[in-house]
């Protein structure tokens, strides 16, 4: 079982730039592939982007491609999520989670078993 830790959230203003981090438990980290989705309140939760295990593709969902970027430290069982050119829009709560499997469709919320229990991003105009 992982679980998992996000930090990094907070205020900040529109074009400004945040970081999200998100800290997995256990050994097993490189093999599981990760993802960020959010979710605003009364909206659904929307795929943000995500990394497969075992070589780390990419894939970003449509509203935060070219602004946003993923990556991951196997060593320090760790994603993170760059966000830049921030906007208004781009505010929810994230929330990070874990696929156990190299995953079919990484944007589908139903392909990860574990998650986070969320970071609030604020972007102010």
């Known amino acids: 079982q992982v679980q998992l830790v996000e930090s990094g959230g907070g205020l900040v203003q529109a074009g400004g730039s945040l970081r999200l981090s998100c800290a997995a438990s256990?050994?097993?980290?490189?093999?599981?592939?990760m993802g960020w989705f959010r979710q605003a309140p009364g909206k659904e939760r929307e795929f943000v982007a995500a990394i497969r295990r075992f070589g780390g593709s990419t894939s970003y969902g449509d509203s935060v491609r070219g602004r946003f970027t993923i990556s991951r430290d196997n060593a320090k069982n760790t994603v993170y999520l760059q966000m830049n050119s921030l906007k208004p829009e781009d505010t929810a709560v994230y929330y990070c989670a874990a696929c156990p499997r190299i995953g079919f469709d990484l944007s589908r919320s139903s392909e990860y078993d574990y998650w986070g229990q969320g970071t609030q991003v604020t972007v102010s105009s």
């Open positions: 256990g050994r097993t980290f490189s093999s599981y592939s």
